[in-house]
């Protein structure tokens, strides 16, 4: 997330500002924010901690 708040900010310094660039640098960020939040696939052998997890979900 910082690395695209820096590239962005960087970005904006070398073009004339435009209504346009918040748009453009939102969709970047929420891009980057759904990567950041997207689960990862469950392992082949749960941890302990997951194992706890999961049973606290079905009960």
Request: with cysteine; net charge positive.
């Amino acid at each position: 997330m910082a690395y695209v708040f820096g590239s962005s900010t960087e970005w904006l310094r070398g073009v004339a500002p435009a209504a346009s660039d918040k748009f453009i640098m939102l969709a970047a960020i929420n891009l980057v924010g759904c990567i950041a939040h997207a689960g990862l696939p469950l392992s082949a052998h749960p941890t302990p901690r997951t194992k706890a997890k999961r049973r606290r979900s079905t009960q």
